[in-house]
Antibody
Framework: EVQLVESGGGLVQPGGSLRLSCAAS????????MAWVRQAPGKGLEWVAN????????YYMDAVKGRFIISRDNANNSLYLQMSSLRGEDSAVYFC??????????WGQGTLVTVSS | QMTQSPSTLSASVGDRVTITCRAS??????LAWYQQKPGKAPKLLIY???RLQSGVPSRFSGSGSGTEFSLTISSLQPEDFATYYC???????????FGQGTKLEIK
């Protein structure tokens, strides 16, 4: 069974940084594209970034380009999202997801990031 | 740009309901539907506009192509009350845009 467990969320001041992690199990992580999707409180879903199996390709939504970095550690079945220069509009639940054939096929339960002074 | 309608839908157990998703450009069949229950992660229901994801009950169906799509639930069950999102994936590598969601409520 696919399991994705996010961690690292919390309260951070505007301009601050945070690193999210996603521990994966139950599937061949090193063979899977992975993604981060976020959801602001009471709002819809928004794709943030995704990364190829070997980490050689990655893509970001325009609003986070230059501020967020997606990475992975296949030896430890882990996905990361390094977030910097955080803004209020980055406040959201961040989901880790498997990305297969351009679909978000399995999801974690999410970790909440709140950007506020 | 993906536009769903209605934003909220009130219905009763046993009802047949349809949710619509319109795209700003032709997606051919590159359209998926997700279900999200409060406090939970989304779940993929339908892909390629009409293909049912493994394990999804057959009361769910999808149709459409190009710019107009629909998700139909043939006979609502209590566990179907949730928010539904469409998602376009016609382009690689990005973007992957979701609709704003349709909340299906108990009447």
């Amino acid at each position: 069974e696919v399991q994705l467990v996010e961690s690292g969320g919390g309260l951070v001041q505007p301009g601050g940084s945070l690193r999210l992690s996603c521990a994966a199990s139950g599937f061949a992580f090193s063979n899977s594209w992975m993604a981060w999707v976020r959801q602001a409180p009471g709002k819809g879903l928004e794709w943030v970034a995704n990364i190829k199996q070997d980490g050689s390709q990655f893509y970001y939504m325009d609003a986070v380009k230059g501020r967020f970095i997606i990475s992975r550690d296949n030896a430890n079945n882990s996905l990361y999202l390094q977030m910097s220069s955080l803004r209020g509009e980055d406040s959201a639940v961040y989901f880790c997801a498997t990305w297969e054939l351009r679909l978000f096929t399995s999801w974690g339960q999410g970790t909440l990031v709140t950007v506020s002074s | 740009q993906m536009t769903q309608s209605p934003s909220t839908l009130s219905a009763s157990v046993g009802d047949r309901v349809t949710i619509t998703c319109r795209a700003s450009h032709s997606l051919r069949d590159w359209l998926a539907w997700y279900q999200q229950k409060p406090g939970k992660a989304p779940k993929l229901l339908i892909y390629d506009a009409s293909r049912l994801q493994s394990g999804v009950p057959s009361r769910f169906s999808g149709s459409g192509s190009g710019t107009e799509f629909s998700l139909t639930i043939s006979s609502l069950q209590p566990e179907d009350f949730a928010t539904y999102y469409c998602q376009q994936y016609d382009r690689f590598p990005m973007p992957y845009t979701f609709g704003q969601g349709t909340k299906l409520e108990i009447k």
